[in-house]
Protein backbone atom coordinates (compact mmCIF):
# COMPACT_ATOMS: atom_id res chain seq x y z
CA UNK A 1 0.00 0.00 0.00
CA UNK A 2 1.46 3.57 -0.97
CA UNK A 3 1.60 5.74 1.85
CA UNK A 4 2.52 9.62 1.45
CA UNK A 5 3.76 10.83 4.79
CA UNK A 6 3.52 14.04 3.26
CA UNK A 7 0.14 13.89 2.69
CA UNK A 8 -0.63 12.69 6.23
CA UNK A 9 -1.92 15.22 8.42
CA UNK A 10 -0.62 14.76 12.14
CA UNK A 11 -1.72 16.14 14.99
CA UNK A 12 -0.46 15.76 18.49
CA UNK A 13 -1.79 16.40 21.72
CA UNK A 14 0.56 16.88 25.19
CA UNK A 15 -1.72 16.93 28.20
CA UNK A 16 0.77 17.46 31.46
CA UNK A 17 -0.61 16.54 34.78
CA UNK A 18 1.07 17.86 37.25
CA UNK A 19 1.06 16.56 41.05
CA UNK A 20 2.45 18.35 43.81
CA UNK A 21 3.34 16.03 46.85
CA UNK A 22 5.07 17.30 49.73
CA UNK A 23 8.50 18.81 47.70
CA UNK A 24 7.98 16.47 45.09
CA UNK A 25 5.98 16.92 41.81
CA UNK A 26 4.75 13.98 39.74
CA UNK A 27 4.03 14.65 36.09
CA UNK A 28 1.69 12.51 34.08
CA UNK A 29 2.24 13.03 30.09
CA UNK A 30 -0.56 11.84 28.25
CA UNK A 31 0.36 12.20 24.26
CA UNK A 32 -2.24 11.83 21.59
CA UNK A 33 -1.20 11.60 18.01
CA UNK A 34 -3.81 11.56 15.60
CA UNK A 35 -3.14 10.42 12.23
CA UNK A 36 -5.23 11.16 9.43
CA UNK A 37 -4.04 9.47 5.98
CA UNK A 38 -5.13 10.73 2.57
CA UNK A 39 -7.65 8.03 2.35
CA UNK A 40 -9.24 9.46 5.98
CA UNK A 41 -8.11 6.50 8.15
CA UNK A 42 -7.74 8.11 11.30
CA UNK A 43 -5.39 6.31 13.25
CA UNK A 44 -4.72 7.64 17.17
CA UNK A 45 -2.04 6.03 19.40
CA UNK A 46 -2.07 7.57 23.18
CA UNK A 47 1.51 7.06 25.24
CA UNK A 48 1.11 7.45 28.61
CA UNK A 49 3.96 8.42 31.17
CA UNK A 50 3.07 6.97 34.54
CA UNK A 51 4.55 7.70 37.61
CA UNK A 52 5.12 5.39 41.04
CA UNK A 53 3.47 5.83 44.26
CA UNK A 54 4.74 4.02 46.43
CA UNK A 55 4.65 0.27 44.51
CA UNK A 56 1.82 1.39 42.43
CA UNK A 57 1.51 2.09 38.75
CA UNK A 58 -0.20 5.79 38.33
CA UNK A 59 -1.31 6.65 34.78
CA UNK A 60 -4.00 8.60 35.77
CA UNK A 61 -5.01 11.76 38.02
CA UNK A 62 -8.27 9.64 38.66
CA UNK A 63 -6.17 7.58 40.22
CA UNK A 64 -5.20 9.34 42.82
CA UNK A 65 -7.18 9.71 46.03
CA UNK A 66 -5.98 12.58 47.69
CA UNK A 67 -3.18 13.21 49.90
CA UNK A 68 -2.22 11.64 53.62
CA UNK A 69 -3.41 14.03 56.55
CA UNK A 70 -0.35 12.78 58.03
CA UNK A 71 2.67 12.96 56.47
CA UNK A 72 1.16 14.33 52.81
CA UNK A 73 2.46 12.16 50.37
CA UNK A 74 -0.28 11.29 47.63
CA UNK A 75 -2.72 8.62 47.93
CA UNK A 76 -3.80 6.36 45.35
CA UNK A 77 -7.38 4.73 45.75
CA UNK A 78 -5.75 0.90 46.41
CA UNK A 79 -3.34 2.16 49.39
CA UNK A 80 -5.76 4.43 50.77
CA UNK A 81 -7.02 4.16 54.21
CA UNK A 82 -9.84 6.04 56.05
CA UNK A 83 -9.74 5.87 59.88
CA UNK A 84 -12.85 6.84 61.39
CA UNK A 85 -12.98 10.30 62.36
CA UNK A 86 -12.41 11.01 58.52
CA UNK A 87 -9.14 11.27 58.44
CA UNK A 88 -7.53 10.06 55.40
CA UNK A 89 -3.96 8.40 55.55
CA UNK A 90 -1.72 6.52 53.27
CA UNK A 91 -0.76 2.52 54.69
CA UNK A 92 2.36 3.53 55.73
CA UNK A 93 0.79 6.10 58.58
CA UNK A 94 -2.06 4.08 59.39
CA UNK A 95 -2.30 1.83 62.17
CA UNK A 96 -4.12 -1.57 62.63
CA UNK A 97 -6.67 -1.21 65.83
CA UNK A 98 -7.36 -5.51 66.08
CA UNK A 99 -10.76 -4.94 68.32
CA UNK A 100 -12.59 -3.37 64.99
CA UNK A 101 -10.92 -5.12 62.89
CA UNK A 102 -9.71 -1.85 60.78
CA UNK A 103 -7.24 0.90 59.95
CA UNK A 104 -6.91 3.89 62.20
CA UNK A 105 -4.86 6.62 61.90
CA UNK A 106 -2.17 7.24 64.35
CA UNK A 107 -3.73 9.50 66.51
CA UNK A 108 -7.10 7.68 67.08
CA UNK A 109 -4.67 4.76 67.67
CA UNK A 110 -3.12 6.17 71.00
CA UNK A 111 -6.81 7.05 72.42
CA UNK A 112 -8.33 4.13 71.67
CA UNK A 113 -5.25 2.22 73.43
CA UNK A 114 -5.46 4.41 76.18
CA UNK A 115 -9.42 3.80 76.46
CA UNK A 116 -8.67 0.43 76.25
CA UNK A 117 -6.45 0.63 79.20
CA UNK A 118 -8.96 2.54 81.55
CA UNK A 119 -11.77 0.03 80.48
CA UNK A 120 -9.75 -3.06 81.01
CA UNK A 121 -8.11 -1.00 84.39
CA UNK A 122 -12.17 -0.11 85.67
CA UNK A 123 -13.27 -3.84 84.70
CA UNK A 124 -10.33 -5.24 86.91
CA UNK A 125 -11.24 -3.24 89.93
CA UNK A 126 -15.24 -3.31 89.66
CA UNK A 127 -15.39 -7.06 88.70
CA UNK A 128 -15.17 -8.32 91.82
CA UNK A 129 -17.88 -6.11 92.85
CA UNK A 130 -19.47 -7.05 89.98
CA UNK A 131 -19.59 -10.75 90.76
CA UNK A 132 -20.89 -10.06 94.24
CA UNK A 133 -23.62 -8.56 93.37
CA UNK A 134 -24.34 -11.17 90.69
CA UNK A 135 -24.07 -13.88 93.97
ZN1 LIG B 1 1.00 9.03 55.40
ZN1 LIG C 1 -8.46 8.88 63.36
Known amino acids: MYFDKKSQKRHTKTQNQE ?31 SMMIGDIKVDSVSKIFGKCHDCGLLITYLNKRICFCGKIICTNCAEWWDDDNRPVCSICYKALKKKKFWSSFWHLILSPFIERREN
Open 19 to 49: IKSGDEIFTIQRKQTTLISDTGDIETEETVQ
